[in-house]
Structure formats: C-alpha cells, structure tokens
C-alpha cells in the first residue's frame, strides 16, 4: 500500500541537542510538507518542497532546516535554536496540481 | 491573511445525535476546502472534500457542502457513532508558487457518548 512512513514515533532531545525526524513516502508525489502541531491547536507549516533540491520555507521556519536529495524523502532537523521544540511532527505530501495532502501519522518530540 | 476558523470545542455528544461543526473562512481567490479528521496518536487523515462552490463533499455519512456567498464548509452527519470520536480541522488549500498551501482552522474535539 502507498503511503506516508514517519519516523520515531517518538524522540526525545537533549538540550544543545540537533535532532533528526524520518518522512519517506512511496506515494509518488512531487510536493511535500512538514508541520508542527501545538495541543489545542491547528498546524503549522514549517517548510515545504515543490520538487527533488528545492524548498521553502514556511510560516515557522526558524530553527528547523530540512533537505530534498531524493523525491521520496523529506527529513526535518530541529536544531538547538528551536527553542521550544516539544510538539507532534506532520509530514504531508501531494501532487504539485490541486488536490489534498496525504499525511503521515506524525513523530512526537520532546525534551528531556 | 488566509484563515479558517471553526467552532470551539470540545463538543460532547450522545450516540445518534446530529453533528454540526461549524467552519468559516476568510481567503483571497477560490480555495479548496477540506475536513480532516485525527483520531488520538494519529496522523491526519482526509474526509471530505470540495473544490467549488455549492459542491457537496461527503464521505462515511459526513457532509458538507461549500458556500461561497457565506464563506462556509460547516460539518454535518445525522447520526453520530462512538467511533466517530476525534478532532475534526477544516482546512482551506491554495495554490501558491506552485505548491499547495493548507490553511488549518484550530480543530475541534469530538467525544460521543454511548
């Protein structure tokens, strides 16, 4: 079955500490996506990528970087000037056309 | 800007009872609209959908149908089940260079109640 594939479920962080979460996807898709969700709250868009070595950044990139060497992977570094990093990761991909993203079931990272 | 915003919960109900979330937007242009539902330690997982307006989107007995004239996509199913417990987003998509951004509302927790 195609799909999203993220990865830690979960992870935890030291402070000073760079961390690494895993998106893979096999659903073909040129675009994807990653957000941050905050209890209570909707998501946030941190970066996005329209195609293989390209990206952007979006409403909350800072302290985040990411990378697109292949189109099936997205990974997502948080970096230690994230300063308040303890959140649920979503990685979304779609079509570049219109049409829904597909989500992944999300990595939650926290500090120890 | 681009926003959605819905009804706040948390929105407790019994089992059969009828659903309405209600789900409003401010947005340039023509957006897509989309409800996605998460369900505890879960990712996000589409529902429905509608491109136009006056479309109807409907999907496990949800519906809803876009209204253009008062910028709507409110949620509706006639009779709830247990299992429909969850956080329901609407979410508006559009195009921008080249990408498709999503513009979430907050959520909206469900709980039924047997």
């Known amino acids: 079955d195609g799909g999203i594939t993220q990865s830690p479920k979960y992870l935890f962080r030291k402070e000073g500490q760079n961390v690494t979460l895993s998106c893979e996807q096999n659903?073909?898709?040129?675009?994807m996506y990653w957000y941050r969700q905050d209890p209570g709250q909707g998501l946030r868009l941190i970066y996005y990528s329209q195609i293989v070595n390209d990206f952007q950044k979006g409403d909350i990139a800072e302290g985040y970087s990411v990378s697109r060497e292949k189109k099936e992977s997205f990974p997502l570094t948080v970096t230690s000037a994230q300063k308040n990093p303890t959140a649920f990761y979503l990685c979304?991909?779609?079509?570049?056309?219109?049409?829904?993203?597909?989500f992944g079931d999300g990595t939650r990272l926290s500090i120890l | 800007g681009d926003s959605v915003t819905q009804m706040e919960g948390p929105v407790t109900l019994s089992e059969e009872a009828f659903l309405t979330i209600n789900c409003t937007y401010t947005a340039t242009g023509y957006p897509s609209l989309f409800w996605y539902v998460q369900y505890p330690g879960e990712g996000l997982q589409l529902l429905l959908k509608?491109?136009?307006?006056?479309d109807k989107g409907s999907n496990k007995g949800f519906e809803a149908t876009y209204r253009k004239e008062t910028t709507s996509f409110h949620l509706e199913k006639g009779s709830v089940q247990v299992s429909d417990s969850a956080v329901y987003f609407c979410a508006l998509l559009l195009g921008f260079q080249g990408a498709q951004k999503l513009v979430f509302g907050q959520g909206t927790r469900l709980t039924i109640n047997p």
């Open positions: 509608a491109t136009k307006a006056d």
């Open positions: 979304a991909s779609s079509i570049r056309g219109p049409g829904p993203q597909h």
């Open positions: 659903l073909n898709h040129d675009a």
